[in-house]
């Protein structure tokens, strides 16, 4: 595979990865806490790259980034708490997770299925260049294998993933050096705040923000594996798995040639196109059931993204789990 173009911060620069970006092209680029592995948030396939790039061994949700605090509330719906925040510490390294507004036009498989949005303005000039250039949300983790650390140069980007990228913008090193703080918002009638994630952005200048303490999630694997913390989606009609010819009444979720299926991930067995379809089709059987009759779904390879959908299969197919 041809090896990733390194773009000089430079308007040039700048424009090439905006180009890539409306190609469902991967660009890594800069920001203030690391550097983040960025995809076209409102293209499901260009998402699917970003966990087949990084090896992912399952879907957790991703962050979209946005230029402006009003960008972002055209995708989430920000409770008091969270608009305090948000005109508090954006641009900046905070993350806040709130729910999708229904209009907002970002892939399923960003947020994993999950009815909330995790959404982050950065503050580095060249993720802000970037933002506003492409004019459009941009699905982000850290731009690292996973199971290595984040990077927080050009060329930790390119020595992890240099073969599996279209580009790096080469902003320098980030300044923070650390993710960002994740916080979660409930819209309850508490309206509480509750820290997901620790990093770049202390907790007391949040708390001293919001003029109140934050809930803390109670441990679940420590803070090395944050991705433990989303729960997860699961439909409410029971899901049977590696099914090839499913029982009177069920519907059938197909892969690759299924006939007779009420949708199929991928007619032609592509795994890029089934996972960036997965959440999306769940949903569409899920309210065809209305609970009322299961769903099978034919087998997936447990090869490249295919491990990644049967994981998340196997957690929708299990008893009601717990986050974790
Ligand atoms: O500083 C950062 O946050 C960097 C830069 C690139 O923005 N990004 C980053 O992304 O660290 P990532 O994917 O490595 O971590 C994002 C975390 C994951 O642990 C994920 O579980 C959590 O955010 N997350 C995303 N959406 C969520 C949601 N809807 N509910 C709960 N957690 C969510
Ligand atoms: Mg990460």
Redesign the pocket.
């Known amino acids: 595979m041809r090896g990733a173009e390194r773009l000089a911060a430079d308007a040039a620069g700048i424009a090439r990865a905006a180009e890539l970006l409306r190609a469902g092209e991967l660009v890594a680029f800069p920001?203030e806490?690391?550097?983040?592995?960025g995809a076209d948030a409102r293209n499901g396939q260009a998402v699917a790259r970003i966990f087949e790039a990084k090896s992912r061994p399952r879907f957790?949700?991703?962050?979209v980034?946005v230029a402006s605090a009003e960008a972002a509330a055209r995708l989430v719906d920000l409770p008091e708490a969270g608009q305090r925040l948000a005109s508090a510490f954006w641009p900046g390294?905070l993350?806040l997770?709130a729910p999708r507004r229904a209009d907002a036009e970002i892939a399923e498989l960003v947020?994993?299925g999950?009815p909330?949005?995790?959404v982050?303005v950065?503050e580095h000039e060249v993720a802000q260049a970037l933002l506003r250039r492409f004019g459009g949300p941009v699905a982000?983790?850290?731009?690292n294998p996973s199971g290595r650390v984040?990077p927080t140069t050009a060329d930790h980007v390119l020595e992890g993933l240099g073969d599996r990228i279209a580009a790096v913008l080469d902003g320098g090193p980030c300044s923070v050096g650390?993710?960002?703080t994740?916080i979660?918002l409930d819209t309850g009638a508490g309206g509480t705040a509750t820290l997901?994630?620790p990093?770049?952005l202390p907790v007391e200048a949040i708390e001293a923000a919001l003029g109140a303490g934050l809930g803390v999630l109670p441990p679940v694997g420590g803070i090395s594996s944050?991705?433990q913390?989303?729960?997860h989606y699961a439909p409410s009609a029971p899901l049977r798995l590696a099914v090839t010819s499913p029982a009177a009444g069920e519907l059938w979720l197909g892969f690759g040639q299924s006939p007779g299926a009420d949708l199929n991930l991928s007619p032609s067995g592509d795994l890029r196109e089934a996972a960036a379809n997965l959440f999306d089709h769940l949903r569409r059987l899920d309210r065809m059931t209305g609970g009322r009759r299961g769903i099978a779904v034919a087998p997936i390879p447990q090869t490249g993204l295919g491990l990644a959908i049967n994981d998340r299969l196997a957690r929708a197919a299990a008893p009601r789990d717990r986050p974790g």
């Open positions: 920001t806490t690391v550097y983040g592995l957790n949700p991703l962050i980034h390294p993350t997770v947020s994993a999950l909330t949005l995790a982050r950065p982000a983790p850290s731009a984040s650390l993710e960002s994740i979660g997901l994630r990093g770049g944050p991705g913390l989303a729960s």
